[in-house]
């Protein structure tokens, strides 16, 4: 074919030629779009959406006992509520998927229904509490299965949103319960414990009472008190000391007992005794008569010693031993005092070298209950946020899932979307049409008039040979026009299908606009 600029004319000649190879595809692919249109089962869908409400009374008051994000809860009872227990409840409650139960396995079906199933959260863009700063917060989700029973959708939704409900409501009142109980054994561990310190304290305070450190300053004064003693009776004892020394020297000096008159008459006698002898001899009468007498006397004074048995009887040496005596007596009580007071000094020494030592102890085992009271105190402190956390979940004024719109009966199908389908079909149908004829236009190399064999060739052309239509060729143009006829026949049908699919969905569409205008006002 030659190459050359086509103009209207020569388009409507090509489309003229080619009508065919335009129509044919378009009307088999229309035909087949709207037949598949037509066979697809319809697919109904129901809906349910939970709000997540926000907790009614002021978290300054009462503090909510779920620390997780609505997002992991939400996640978290969508694993419990897709089990497969649960979805197989269903499939045999519902009596759904009866046309795969022998096809498919069990698991096959359960995970179909799981396909069908779908939870979309709902969010919106607030500011983050804790932060004030703008954030993607999930504030409800949707519910929603698909199936072909437009009853057992809407009851299956309904099911399955009942689940959503009732698992949050047992995974708050449970976590609150579990989070009572677990302080309330806390509680008494610490309890306990607190016991088993303060009777281990009360032991070592009665083990070691005296070298306590509130004692510490009571035992100081005391040992310097003891020492201050001390050295009273030191000085005391030195004093004593000086004064048996002396009452030792006088009665040095003193004799014990007093001469006997016999005695002096004795020492008398004997000096005359001496006499006499110095001038005469011991035959003189005088000198024989004085030593008769010196005997006899000496007998006396010897009687008279024994009589005595050697008691003193000098009053002076009395006195003085009587002094001695008592200074010696003071003497041994003030050196019991110094060693009762050494004593007591030691003792107190010692309690209070002992004292840091106690203290570092005692310091310890009495932050240790301190500490175990200030848990204590604050395990009260939680135990009663914790137990209004369970009456706030309990009585169901905690944050919870709210049902706002309850699960509605499908009145159109969900999908196939066949207005979709047919569109489709209509504009592939038209593209394959324009490319098979453009395909079969470009590869055909005949001239279809003498103007283009004359710019080809550049030789004039003497003679044209018009086309002769014989019989034949004329049932052939009627078959072809009446084959155009049905395709036609099928072109319009499958619009007025469209149409007919594009006022269904138009006004599905105005009702959900309405019923979601009516929500708002």
Same mark, same amino acid.
């Given at each position: 074919?030659?190459?050359?600029?086509?103009?209207?004319?020569?388009?409507?000649?090509?489309?003229?030629?080619?009508?065919?190879?335009?129509?044919?595809?378009?009307?088999?692919?229309?035909?087949?779009?709207?037949?598949?249109?037509?066979?697809?089962?319809?697919v109904y869908k129901s809906e349910s959406t939970i709000l997540i409400k926000e907790q009614e009374i002021p978290g300054d008051y009462v503090k909510a006992s779920m620390t997780s994000y609505?997002?992991?809860?939400?996640?978290?009872?969508?694993?419990?509520?897709?089990?497969?227990?649960?979805?197989?409840?269903?499939?045999?409650?519902?009596?759904?998927?009866?046309?795969?139960?022998?096809?498919?396995?069990?698991?096959?079906?359960?995970?179909?229904?799981?396909?069908?199933?779908?939870?979309?959260?709902?969010?919106?863009?607030?500011?983050?509490?804790?932060?004030?700063?703008?954030?993607?917060?999930?504030?409800?989700?949707?519910?929603?299965?698909?199936?072909?029973?437009?009853?057992?959708?809407?009851?299956?939704?309904?099911?399955?949103?009942?689940?959503?409900?009732?698992?949050?409501?047992?995974?708050?009142?449970?976590?609150?319960?579990?989070? @009572?109980?677990?302080?309330?054994? %806390? #509680?008494?561990? +610490? /309890?306990?414990?607190?016991?088993? =310190?303060? $009777?281990?304290?009360?032991?070592?305070?009665?083990?070691?009472?005296?070298?306590?450190?509130?004692?510490?300053?009571?035992?100081?004064?005391?040992?310097?008190?003891?020492?201050?003693?001390?050295?009273?009776?030191?000085?005391?004892?030195?004093?004593?000391?000086?004064?048996?020394?002396?009452?030792?020297?006088?009665?040095?000096?003193?004799?014990?007992?007093?001469?006997?008159?016999?005695?002096?008459?004795?020492?008398?006698?004997?000096?005359?005794?001496?006499?006499?002898?110095?001038?005469?001899?011991?035959?003189?009468?005088? @000198?024989?008569?004085?030593?008769? %007498? #010196?005997?006899? +006397? /000496?007998?006396?004074?010897?009687? =008279?010693? $024994?009589?005595?048995?050697?008691?003193?009887?000098?009053?002076?040496?009395?006195?003085?031993?009587?002094?001695?005596?008592?200074?010696?007596?003071?003497?041994?009580?003030?050196?019991?005092?110094?060693?009762?007071?050494?004593?007591?000094?030691?003792?107190?020494?010692?309690?209070?070298?002992?004292?840091?030592?106690?203290?570092?102890?005692?310091?310890?085992?009495?932050?240790?209950?301190?500490?175990?009271?200030?848990?204590?105190?604050?395990?009260?402190?939680?135990?009663?946020?914790?137990?209004?956390?369970?009456?706030?979940?309990?009585?169901?004024?905690?944050?919870?899932?709210?049902?706002?719109?309850?699960?509605?009966?499908?009145e159109k199908p969900y999908k196939p979307n066949r207005l979709a389908i047919v569109l489709i079909g209509f504009v592939l149908g038209i593209g394959a049409g324009v490319g098979l004829a453009?395909?079969?236009?470009?590869?055909?190399?005949?001239?279809?008039?003498?103007?283009?064999?004359?710019?080809?060739?550049?030789?004039?052309?003497?003679?044209?040979?018009?086309?002769?239509?014989?019989?034949?060729?004329?049932?052939?143009?009627?078959?072809?026009?009446?084959?155009?006829?049905?395709?036609?026949?099928?072109?319009?049908?499958?619009?007025?299908?469209?149409?007919?699919?594009?006022?269904?969905?138009?006004?599905?569409?105005?009702?959900?606009?309405?019923?979601?205008?009516?929500?708002?006002?």
């Amino acid at each position: 074919m030659e190459e050359s600029t086509l103009g209207i004319s020569d388009i409507i000649a090509i489309i003229n030629l080619r009508k065919w190879f335009l129509i044919i595809p378009a009307m088999l692919i229309i035909a087949a779009s709207v037949g598949i249109a037509l066979i697809l089962p319809p697919v109904y869908k129901s809906e349910s959406t939970i709000l997540i409400k926000e907790q009614e009374i002021p978290g300054d008051y009462v503090k909510a006992s779920m620390t997780s994000y609505a997002e992991q809860r939400i996640q978290s009872i969508n694993q419990k509520v897709m089990t497969s227990s649960r979805l197989m409840e269903l499939i045999k409650q519902f009596d759904l998927y009866a046309d795969l139960k022998e096809k498919k396995t069990t698991d096959e079906i359960i995970a179909v229904m799981s396909k069908d199933i779908k939870l979309t959260p709902v969010n919106v863009e607030l500011p983050d509490p804790k932060t004030g700063r703008e954030k993607v917060m999930t504030i409800a989700f949707t519910v929603s299965y698909e199936g072909r029973n437009p009853s057992k959708v809407q009851q299956v939704v309904s099911t399955i949103t009942s689940f959503y409900l009732s698992e949050d409501i047992q995974d708050r009142e449970k976590q609150a319960s579990e989070t @009572v109980t677990f302080l309330n054994d %806390e #509680i008494k561990r +610490v /309890k306990i414990s607190m016991n088993e =310190k303060e $009777a281990e304290l009360s032991e070592f305070k009665q083990a070691n009472i005296s070298s306590l450190p509130e004692f510490f300053q009571l035992n100081m004064q005391t040992l310097s008190g003891a020492e201050h003693a001390i050295e009273r009776e030191q000085e005391r004892l030195n004093g004593l000391k000086e004064r048996a020394e002396f009452l030792e020297s006088q009665l040095a000096t003193v004799k014990a007992n007093t001469e006997i008159e016999e005695e002096v008459h004795l020492k008398r006698l004997e000096m005359q005794l001496a006499n006499l002898k110095s001038q005469f001899s011991d035959q003189y009468p005088d @000198v024989i008569n004085t030593k008769k %007498e #010196i005997e006899k +006397v /000496k007998a006396v004074v010897k009687r =008279k010693k $024994a009589d005595t048995r050697g008691k003193p009887d000098n009053p002076v040496y009395i006195s003085l031993s009587s002094q001695l005596s008592g200074t010696r007596s003071d003497m041994a009580s003030v050196r019991e005092q110094i060693a009762q007071f050494k004593r007591q000094a030691d003792e107190f020494r010692a309690k209070t070298s002992a004292t840091p030592k106690i203290e570092e102890t005692y310091s310890r085992m009495v932050s240790d209950i301190n500490n175990l009271k200030s848990k204590y105190n604050e395990l009260q402190q939680k135990m009663m946020e914790a137990t209004l956390s369970l009456s706030l979940q309990t009585e169901q004024k905690g944050e919870r899932f709210t049902l706002i719109e309850p699960a509605r009966l499908p009145e159109k199908p969900y999908k196939p979307n066949r207005l979709a389908i047919v569109l489709i079909g209509f504009v592939l149908g038209i593209g394959a049409g324009v490319g098979l004829a453009a395909l079969v236009e470009f590869s055909d190399t005949s001239f279809r008039n003498a103007e283009s064999l004359e710019r080809v060739t550049g030789f004039p052309v003497l003679a044209e040979i018009p086309q002769i239509i014989t019989f034949k060729d004329k049932v052939k143009r009627t078959v072809k026009w009446s084959i155009g006829i049905v395709l036609f026949a099928a072109l319009v049908t499958g619009g007025l299908a469209a149409f007919h699919f594009y006022v269904m969905d138009l006004n599905v569409l105005t009702s959900k606009v309405m019923n979601r205008l009516s929500l708002m006002i």
